[in-house]
């Protein structure tokens, strides 16, 4: 009976952490399948890009791959399990902050947002991107401030986004919310703290200034990251994917990026901003909603060249939602006493958000009810993987 109790007592202090794992399964296994296949050109493709050819503002970690294996099937597997315990740390943060907040309900609807952490799950294309490392990051940031941990958890987590930011640069827009919550919550007055992130993104851009490589060099850098993957029998790695976004400079983006938003998919980004003004609902029952709404828009400032420069906008969205979250995580919280929260059980149904391009919404019974069914799926082949 006492292991029994003992047990129960783990689980329950520990729910969220196995929710997460659990909704999550599905997409573990499914990725695990596409690595065994050979991989898929955006989500393992992204993470082999390297310097092996030269200089390119996404190599870190892929560097780092390639010179460790020298067979594309071992590589993939080491890949799949790496970033599945990536995912199981960021949980395992994510639940250690839960259990210190002091409101449930809005937290947890936070946290199940289709903004959240079930847009990987409504669109597994958004899933295994490198903003996950950033991600990480920031949840072991904020789980020590306020702690006696929490220089070490600064220095680890400043060393992961060291890591993240040089093999993508979407990890650079989370450091802004890392430096406000030094100053806000933290309230730290220690240069370094504020130097420990800064330092790495001034290097970052800094270098990739320094070493801007021309559209002929991107381009022979992707024909021989392509052959590269051919002698690993990963060419099909190699079809429109990742790899076809090195060969673009930052004017190449923005141009692209303004003409394929505004000239081609002009009412699918309307509704993203509708999708971004749906992720903010949540915060409508906070009485301190303005505070965090300035806080909030410091952030959004910081994403716009994001939005500007590249047309992923669900992923962005995605992103900002975690910022966000983190922010109130660490807030103190009070929430009006209001029968109307309990339609938030509806909320993680609200909306599906594709993480690029071409999404979809409509105001309507039917819509609600098929994103209820998926998500019911997604639990129901949780249950059959094992």
């Excluded at 006696?148 to 827009?173: A, M």
């Excluded at 990026?257 to 000239?263: K, L």
């Excluded at 339609?343 to 009810?369: A, G, K, V």
Aim: hydrophobic fraction near 50%.
């Amino acid at each position: 009976m006492y292991l029994i109790k003992k047990i129960r007592k783990f689980i329950s202090y520990n729910i969220l952490f196995f929710i997460l794992t659990l909704t999550y399964l599905p997409l573990f296994n499914y990725f695990k399948i596409l690595n065994q296949n050979g991989g898929h050109s955006f989500m393992t493709a992204d993470w082999l890009i390297n310097y092996q050819f030269g200089y390119i503002n996404r190599g870190l970690i892929g560097t780092f791959l390639i010179s460790i294996f020298e067979n594309g099937s071992s590589l993939l597997n080491f890949l799949t399990y790496f970033l599945v315990v990536v995912y199981l740390l960021i949980f395992y943060f994510l639940n250690k902050l839960f259990k210190k907040t002091s409101n449930k309900i809005i937290t947890l609807t936070l946290i199940f947002s289709p903004a959240g952490f079930l847009f990987p799950i409504y669109d597994s294309q958004a899933s295994f991107r490198k903003e996950i490392i950033g991600i990480l990051g920031l949840f072991i940031f904020i789980s020590a401030v306020n702690t006696k941990e929490f220089k070490k958890y600064l220095l680890v987590s400043s060393f992961i986004f060291t890591i993240g930011i040089f093999s993508h640069s979407v990890n650079l827009f989370f450091i802004p919310t890392v430096l406000l919550i030094l100053y806000i919550y933290q309230k730290s007055r220690d240069i370094f703290d504020y130097l420990a992130f800064s330092i790495p993104a001034i290097i970052f851009v800094i270098i990739n200034l320094y070493f801007k490589q021309s559209e002929q060099k991107l381009f022979e850098i992707k024909n021989n990251l392509c052959s590269k993957m051919s002698d690993l029998e990963l060419q099909n790695l190699c079809g429109y994917g990742s790899f076809d976004f090195i060969t673009w400079d930052l004017n190449a983006h923005y141009l692209i990026t303004q003409n394929f938003i505004i000239n081609q998919n002009r009412e699918s980004y309307y509704i993203y901003i509708l999708f971004f003004v749906f992720s903010l609902l949540p915060y409508l029952f906070e009485k301190n909603i303005f505070t965090l709404l300035k806080i909030f828009s410091l952030i959004g400032v910081s994403f716009i060249p994001l939005f500007l420069i590249a047309y992923d906008w669900g992923r962005w969205i995605h992103i900002m939602s975690i910022c966000y979250l983190s922010i109130y995580l660490l807030s103190d919280k009070n929430i009006y006493k209001s029968r109307f929260k309990y339609i938030l059980l509806l909320y993680p149904f609200l909306f599906r958000m594709e993480h690029c391009c071409d999404t979809y919404f409509e105001f309507s019974i039917n819509y609600l009810h098929k994103n209820i069914l998926y998500i019911y799926q997604n639990f129901k082949n949780s249950l059959t993987i094992f």
